[in-house]
């Protein structure tokens, strides 16, 4: 099946809205009720507030237009799997034609992020990967998360493991952008903090900030424990999970959401 499958798939049960809800809350529900479905694996404390606003969302649609949700998030994670070289969401973002909704906002092609990945790949796995043991990327406007997914399949044709070896850190004064972010780095098996909030005013984790942690992130938390040392802002409860605890609520989750373990490696 090939990436332009997935695409007509996707917009043939997005478009079952149409007429009914505008074309910018439906991509807006999903996004929050996919990257809702991902970090509620985990007990955060942020798990009942999110939890409670997921419901409220998926209450205002009728019954027959709920399981829309499931099956978009489903085609996101089949054409990811088929294909991780793409920025998926950000292209359909396009593809609707939503970035005229958000005021001209266009996101980097995934082709200019790959070239930039692999100019700063150069020389980092002789000197960061063998110091500390995994090497970090960051994106503070990281939009849908081009970059940041072009740095994961540069990584692996490197030989790295981006799922145990890359922390990826994201940051974007936008929701609906940290979001899609969120949501395809978590498809991926990205260990990734995805932030939303402005990167110049409030970078990394100021309290105004909204931090979402991908589940893979959980799973190998301890690995990058050194990165948060002597930031003040971070709470402990976010950076220190216990593993087989992790890893007992990733299995528990089983089904509501398909993670590739093995094109990383």
């Known amino acids: 099946m090939d990436d332009s499958r997935f695409v007509?798939?996707?917009?043939?049960?997005?478009?079952?809205?149409?007429?009914r809800y505008s074309k910018w809350e439906v991509w807006n529900d999903f996004l929050y009720m996919a990257?809702?479905?991902?970090?509620?694996?985990?007990?955060?404390?942020?798990?009942?507030?999110?939890?409670?606003?997921?419901?409220?969302?998926?209450?205002k649609y009728p019954e027959e237009l709920r399981e829309c949700f499931p099956e978009l998030l489903a085609i996101v994670t089949l054409a990811?799997?088929?294909?991780?070289?793409?920025?998926?969401?950000?292209?359909?973002?396009?593809?609707?034609?939503?970035?005229?909704e958000?005021?001209?906002?266009?996101?980097?092609?995934?082709?200019?992020s790959h070239f930039m990945a692999e100019i700063n790949m150069v020389g980092v796995e002789n000197e960061e990967l063998k110091k500390k043991g995994y090497i970090t990327v960051s994106d503070p406007a990281c939009g849908a998360g081009a970059m940041l997914i072009a740095f994961a399949n540069v990584a692996r044709a490197?030989?790295?493991?981006?799922?145990?070896?890359?922390?990826?850190?994201?940051?974007?004064?936008?929701?609906?952008?940290?979001?899609?972010?969120?949501?395809?780095?978590?498809?991926?098996?990205?260990?990734a903090v995805v932030i939303v909030g402005d990167s110049l005013v409030k970078p990394d984790f100021h309290p105004d900030n909204d931090v979402w942690y991908?589940?893979?992130?959980?799973?190998?938390?301890?690995?990058?424990?050194?990165?948060?040392?002597?930031?003040?802002?971070?709470?402990?409860?976010?950076?220190?999970?216990?593993?087989?605890?992790?890893?007992?609520?990733?299995?528990?989750?089983?089904g509501q959401l398909m993670l590739n373990f093995s094109k990383a490696s």
């Open 102 to 112: 958000q005021k001209g906002q266009f996101f980097t092609p995934y082709h200019i």
């Open 8 to 19: 007509k798939d996707f917009l043939a049960v997005f478009h079952k809205f149409n007429y």
């Open 158 to 191: 490197h030989g790295i493991n981006y799922q145990k070896e890359v922390l990826f850190f994201g940051q974007d004064i936008d929701l609906t952008a940290a979001l899609m972010c969120y949501v395809q780095l978590s498809i991926l098996g990205c260990p």
């Open 80 to 100: 990811l799997d088929a294909n991780p070289e793409q920025d998926f969401l950000g292209s359909m973002y396009h593809r609707l034609q939503l970035h005229q």
């Open 214 to 254: 991908t589940p893979f992130y959980y799973l190998n938390h301890w690995r990058f424990q050194s990165f948060f040392a002597g930031k003040e802002e971070v709470r402990e409860a976010d950076v220190v999970v216990d593993k087989a605890e992790a890893e007992k609520y990733a299995e528990e989750a089983g």
């Open 35 to 59: 990257a809702t479905s991902m970090a509620n694996m985990i007990p955060i404390a942020e798990r009942e507030e999110r939890e409670q606003r997921y419901l409220s969302i998926i209450h």
